[in-house]
């Protein structure tokens, strides 16, 4: 149709910059997938040169340095990658390539692989053995606290460690935990926290970071920051991510922390805990002080109350009663004999009385007396004798009668 | 100065100390001397805990590196 018309010639710079045109405004944005491979380093300049296939094509690809210093791993050959950017044609050379922004593992099963590989070459050194892990103080005085100045993090930190034991001595070093520095600058202060011992005495050196994807998380679970921690002198704790989130970092130190202000929680003993402990001490401590004088009191009582400390006063009040008895004794046997005798002594009198022969004068008895020589008892004196018998007194002799109220003389006239 | 710093001990001894004492006066072998000056030791370690705990104000310092690489503390903030 476009007869009597000659044909347009082009030279191959019009026709680069029309294939540049062209291409570069219909590729301004680009999401593609494919296998690295011939990844270089650039070593002045930093940028990155690769090709990207799949089973049957190719392309190049660049990525800057102001675009990878931002990478959190460094790609390398045989990684599937997923890619943004855009296409770039250069008039020069005639070619191609892909000019990339971000770069990152497709899907995430790559850097998953790589991360359980990791582990499992960590484990099998004995890096994550219960025997390496240092227990933690209880109450801990000074500590490194390895994270962000900006952020959350430490505010919530901060703030918990406050309200749970205010006695803690927070030692900030502020790093970068977020791409491919991360690891590096967390490893330089974990070094300096352990030099840093020349100051106060460090107790814990506590890693924290908030959540994130495991591309964040990525810093955390470097082989070297792994060998830095498990040869740390000082007790770490590792509080990275969130609860789900593990990091080889995690296994590694001496304790995890699900979340940074659970190992705020973790390395503090509570404030209230502390201070209800010490007011059941002194509760208990008075109360054992008491019981215990309480105690000895009564066993002091009972000392008192033996046997063998009351044997004298029993003995003597033994012997008080013994003299009563003996007294009571005495005065009821004497008694009684002294009453019986003057009994039997009234009775003899009586007895006496009746048969007194002067009482049985009144009855009209009398006795005779008579005068007896004394040649014939062979004394100088005379003697009256009772005479018992008739045949006792002869014819004139003179006698004596007593009656009961007098004496008369008398002659015997027969 | 000086002599102050002898005699303040760590709020972790003094606590471990009131465990201790705790655990002997909860003993039968314990004397009566023994219970008493224990009982106001234990007193007087209860005393500076619980101002240990009641004045304690925590204290946040930030480790900064110079160029040449040397460590140094200031204030957080």
């Known amino acids: 149709m476009i007869q009597g018309n000659l044909p347009q010639i082009l030279t191959v710079s019009e026709l680069n910059f029309n294939i540049k045109t062209l291409v570069e405004e219909n590729f301004r944005f680009v999401h593609l997938i494919g296998e690295i491979s011939n990844f270089k380093v650039h070593s002045q300049s930093g940028h990155y040169y690769f090709t990207l296939k799949d089973s049957g094509s190719q392309i190049s690809a660049v990525m800057w340095r102001t675009r990878n210093e931002n990478l959190l791993f460094t790609p390398e050959d045989g990684m599937q990658i997923v890619v943004k950017g855009r296409i770039t044609v250069f008039p020069a050379k005639g070619s191609y390539q892909i000019e990339v922004w971000e770069l990152k593992p497709q899907g995430m099963g790559e850097l998953q692989a790589r991360f359980e590989k990791l582990k499992q070459k960590l484990f099998e050194e004995g890096m994550f053995d219960e025997a390496h892990k240092m227990e933690l103080p209880k109450f801990p005085e000074n500590i490194v606290l390895i994270t962000s100045k900006t952020g959350a993090v430490l505010h919530d930190f901060i703030k918990i460690c406050k309200r749970r034991y205010p006695l803690l001595n927070i030692y900030l070093y502020p790093v970068n935990v977020q791409g491919v520095s991360a690891s590096s600058s967390i490893i330089e202060a974990l070094r300096d926290a352990e030099k840093f011992q020349k100051f106060p005495v460090i107790d814990i050196i506590v890693i924290a970071r908030g959540g994130g994807s495991l591309e964040d998380l990525l810093p955390f679970n470097d082989e070297r920051l792994a060998r830095v921690i498990f040869s740390c002198k000082i007790p770490i704790v590792s509080a990275v991510g969130h609860e789900v989130d593990f990091t080889i970092c995690d296994f590694v130190a001496d304790m995890r922390a699900p979340t940074p202000s659970a190992a705020a929680e973790l390395i503090t003993p509570n404030i209230k805990d502390l201070i209800e402990s010490i007011d059941k001490f002194s509760y208990f401590s008075r109360s054992f002080v008491q019981s215990k004088t309480e105690n000895l009191r009564n066993s002091l009582r009972e000392v008192q109350g033996s046997y063998y400390f009351n044997r004298p006063k029993d003995l003597i009040s033994e012997f008080n009663m013994r003299i009563d008895e003996l007294s009571k004794g005495i005065t009821g046997t004497a008694g009684g004999r002294i009453s019986s005798l003057k009994s039997s002594v009234k009775f003899f009198k009586q007895t006496l009385h009746h048969i007194s022969p002067r009482n049985n004068l009144k009855k009209g008895y009398a006795i005779v007396r008579k005068k007896v020589d004394m040649d014939e008892l062979r004394l100088l004196f005379e003697f009256e004798k009772i005479v018992t018998r008739a045949s006792g007194v002869g014819k004139n002799e003179e006698v004596e009668i007593e009656f009961h109220d007098n004496k008369k003389q008398a002659k015997i006239t027969s | ?77």
């Open chain 2, 1 to 77: 100065m000086a002599k102050k710093e002898t005699r303040q001990k760590s709020f972790e001894e003094s606590y471990s100390r009131l465990e201790k004492i705790l655990e002997k006066l909860e003993s039968d072998d314990c004397s009566l001397e023994d219970t008493i000056s224990l009982y106001e030791e234990g007193l007087t370690l209860t005393k500076y805990c619980y101002d240990k705990l009641n004045n304690a104000e925590l204290r946040i310092k930030e480790i900064n590196k110079s160029l040449k690489g040397e460590l140094g503390i200031k204030d957080y903030k």
